[in-house]
């Protein structure tokens, strides 16, 4: 038998331990054998001489994920055993621990350790460079309250490129784990679902950093430097939301600390005011995505967007400002090319009782969002959103609908249910964007005496 692939998946659960002997032992026959299945077995432990003296040298995926597997044995990969293993899959288990052997896997680019119920690391397993190839490391959903110091000291992984630290019991992290020359190549870390409270400067240090995660943690502020001097000029994502974030240092964006960031997220905070320079003067040239919701501002600073020398947010398409407490926007703030570039506005679930007469301006919006507000009106302008296609007004107190709405020629959908309108399916103009094919949701009328009710809720009979 030469084979060089075996997929054992499920085909060893129930068997006796002798049964397994004789599987294993048979595995190391295969001096062959590149990939080897052996997932969702139930497998409480392996042999420690499973890999000994070279028997598996050519392999390289070794899958063992999803079984009961509560610790390995410490001889598992002891040097030599698996030169040229490129991945492995532990993920799903029940390990509290793992042996400094995995140390000795030089070819190893993924190593994926999440779902298990590991509450510490050896400070030396990446030590000496003992995984010098290895590109990701998924601790995901695990007990982790804290990380070793120099744990990725000393260019221990020059080449990791991706750490998911997600989902574990996190309070902090320390200042000299991301010290200038740990994980020079790394591109992606997710921190998000832990107890953070505060984050250290060392992570302005990861140069090549494009996304970072950090939602879901405790973080009340977030240091002014770490950002600074365009330390990390390659992030692209940046997720902040839910947290406890109650202000944002003034010069946080600056001197284009962020210039290639895209998406922004800081929903389900405790914002309060957005300083008036945040977004000034071309700082996030390629910011797409801007996520404020959940949060409690009142209003926004008159010139957010407004155009200095440079235009503030040319690039920025999706802005969310749902879910706050805003009252009135500054009437100027979609004025001349202001956020030109802009498809989707939501502004739902505030206070607004007018709306900016700039808010026409914006001429590649798609859709906008401004159900359950307290609009008694809308401003004439509406009528030069060319590209809207859907439009949504539920849950205001209008009494009347502007004539110019007939010019939305693009408009595919009008939600203006739960308002004041007399008679909505009669008004003129919701029966001229019917005819043109916009499908027009309003409250309906009973013919028994003047009952109106929404078609979405239950009858009371």
């Not at 028997?55 to 598992?76: I, S, V």
């Not at 946080?252 to 003067?281: Q, R």
């Not at 302008?381 to 205001?396: D, K, T, V, W, Y």
């Not at 107190?397 to 004539?403: E, I, Y």
Request: aromatic share 4%; hydrophobic share 35%; glycine share 4%.
């Amino acid at each position: 038998m030469d084979a060089t692939s075996v997929g054992l998946s499920e085909k060893l659960q129930g068997k006796s331990q002798e049964e397994l002997d004789d599987v294993f032992q048979a595995l190391q026959t295969l001096p062959n054998l590149k990939a080897l299945y052996l997932s969702k077995n139930q497998l409480t432990t392996l042999p420690e001489r499973l890999f000994s003296e070279g028997n598996l040298r050519t392999l390289k995926y070794l899958d063992l994920r999803n079984n009961a597997l509560t610790a390995l044995p410490e001889g598992l990969f002891s040097e030599g055993n698996l030169p040229n293993l490129q991945n492995l899959w532990l993920h799903n288990n029940q390990l509290t621990a793992l042996p400094e052997s995995l140390g000795n896997l030089p070819n190893l680019q993924t190593l994926s350790l999440g779902e298990n119920q590991l509450t510490e690391l050896p400070e030396t397993l990446f030590s000496e460079g003992n995984l010098p190839n290895l590109q990701t490391l998924n601790l995901r959903y695990n007990q982790l309250t804290a990380l070793p110091e120099k744990l990725f000291s000393e260019g221990n992984l020059p080449n990791l490129q991706k750490l998911d630290l997600g989902v574990n019991e996190l309070t902090s992290l320390p200042e000299e784990l991301f010290s200038e020359g740990n994980l020079p190549n790394l591109k992606a870390l997710s921190l998000e679902y832990n107890a953070l409270t505060t984050l250290p400067s060392s992570l302005g240090k990861l140069s090549n950093l494009q996304t970072l995660g950090l939602s879901s943690n405790q973080l009340t502020a977030l240091p002014e430097e770490l950002f600074s001097e365009g330390k990390l000029s390659n992030l692209k994502h940046l997720i902040l939301g839910d947290n406890q974030l109650t202000a944002l240092p003034e010069e946080i964006f600056s001197e284009g600390n962020l210039p290639n960031l895209k998406h922004l997220d800081l929903n389900n905070n405790a914002l309060t005011a957005l300083p008036e320079e945040l977004f000034s003067e071309g700082n996030l040239p390629n910011l797409e995505y801007l996520d404020l919701t959940h949060n409690k501002l009142t209003a926004l600073p008159e010139e957010i967007f407004i155009i200095g020398s440079e235009e503030n947010l040319p690039s920025l398409k999706h802005l969310d400002l749902s879910n706050n407490a805003l009252t009135a926007l500054p009437e100027e703030i979609f004025s001349n090319r202001n956020l030109h570039n802009l498809q989707a506005l939501y502004l739902n679930n505030n206070e607004l009782t007018t709306l900016p007469s700039s808010l026409g301006n914006l001429s590649n919006l798609q859709v906008l969002y401004l159900s359950k507000n307290q609009l008694t009106s809308l401003p004439s302008s509406l009528g030069n959103l060319s590209n809207i296609q859907a439009l949504f007004l539920s849950e205001n107190q209008l009494t009347t609908l502007p004539s110019s709405l007939d010019n939305l020629s693009n408009l595919e959908y009008l939600d203006l249910k739960s308002n004041q309108l007399t008679q909505p399916d009669q008004n003129p103009v919701v029966k001229a964007l019917n005819e043109k094919g916009c499908q027009v949701d309003v409250d309906v009328v009973v013919d028994v005496g003047v009952a109106v009710y929404n078609g979405d809720e239950e009858d009371d009979y």
